[in-house]
C-alpha cells in the first residue's frame, strides 16, 4: 500500500492549485486522510482532514481558501487550493489512516501512511 501524490507546482500569488492523493494497494476501508504541509526551517502542520462520514477539520490559514474532498471510489482525496499566497509555499504531504484487514474472526489491521510529497511554490 501507499499513497500517489500529484498537483504541486509553481503558481503566482491569487491563482489555485488542485491536489490529489491517491491510495493504491489492497485495503479494507480508508478512515481517514488529509493533508499537511512542511515549509523550509518550520514544523510539518495540519491543512486540512477528511474522517468518516466526510467530517474535515481545516487550519484557520486553509478556512475560507481551501477545500478537502475524496472520491471513495477511488480511494482519492483531493485538496482544492485557492487564492495561494507566497507563505503557502511548502511542500504538501498526503496522510491516510487506513484499515488493511478486518474480519469476521476479528482480526483488523490499521496502518498509517505518509505520502511522498509534492512540492507546491508560490510566488509574489
Known amino acids: 500500500v501507499q499513497l500517489v501524490e500529484s498537483g504541486g507546482g509553481l503558481v503566482q500569488a491569487g491563482q489555485s492549485l488542485r491536489l490529489s492523493c491517491e491510495v493504491s494497494g489492497s485495503i479494507f476501508t480508508v478512515n481517514a486522510m488529509g493533508w499537511y504541509r512542511q515549509a523550509p526551517g518550520k514544523q510539518r502542520e495540519l491543512v486540512a482532514i477528511?474522517?468518516?462520514?466526510?467530517?474535515?477539520n481545516y487550519a484557520d490559514f486553509a478556512k475560507g481558501r481551501f477545500t478537502i474532498y475524496r472520491d471513495n471510489a477511488k480511494n482519492t482525496v483531493y485538496l482544492q487550493m485557492n487564492s495561494l499566497k507566497p507563505e503557502d509555499t511548502a511542500v504538501y504531504y498526503c496522510?491516510?489512516?487506513?484499515?488493511?484487514?478486518?474480519?469476521?474472526?476479528?482480526?483488523?489491521?490499521?496502518?498509517?501512511?505518509w505520502g511522498q510529497g509534492t512540492q507546491v511554490t508560490v510566488s509574489s
Open positions: 496522510n491516510a489512516d487506513l484499515t488493511l484487514v478486518r474480519n469476521v474472526e476479528g482480526v483488523r489491521v490499521d496502518r498509517n501512511y
Open positions: 477528511m474522517a468518516v462520514k466526510d467530517i474535515t
